[in-house]
């Protein structure tokens, strides 16, 4: 069964840290891309962090410096450290996996996560 189980949401002052965390089952031979986007209330989804199998990663310009992605290929998992958060980072932040390699073939649309809330109080 194809699978992203996130954890690591919830509420934090401006200035505090969260980690959220990411793991895909098993089901997943392989992965091209595992990252990050979030939506926030009226706004339009945007990538936050994306992580290649090879090691590449891209972030958006408002969490530079201040987010990090990681990605352990092995176990199939994403981290998204966030630090020095700030109220504007408030959004639902969903994991996706992306050029994905299964028992039934490779797809290349994105799976999604079921969502992580994160709250960011001034």
């Known amino acids: 069964q194809v699978q992203l189980v996130e954890s690591g949401g919830g509420l934090v002052q401006a200035g505090g840290s969260l980690r959220l965390s990411c793991a895909a089952s098993?089901?997943?031979?392989?992965?091209?891309?595992m990252g990050w986007y979030r939506r926030a209330p009226g706004k339009q989804r945007e990538l936050v962090a994306a992580?290649?199998?090879?090691?590449?990663?891209n972030y958006a310009d408002s969490v530079k410096g201040r987010f990090t992605i990681s990605r352990d290929n092995a176990k199939n998992t994403v981290n998204l450290q966030m630090n020095s958060l700030e109220p504007a980072d408030t959004a639902v932040y969903y994991c996706?996996?992306?050029?994905?390699?299964?028992?039934?073939?490779?797809?290349?649309?994105?799976?999604w996560g079921q969502g992580t809330q994160v709250t960011v109080s001034s």
């Open positions: 992580h290649t199998r090879t090691g590449s990663t």
């Open positions: 098993a089901s997943f031979v392989s992965i091209n891309v």
């Open positions: 996706y996996v992306a050029g994905t390699e299964t028992a039934l073939g490779f797809r290349p649309e994105p799976y």
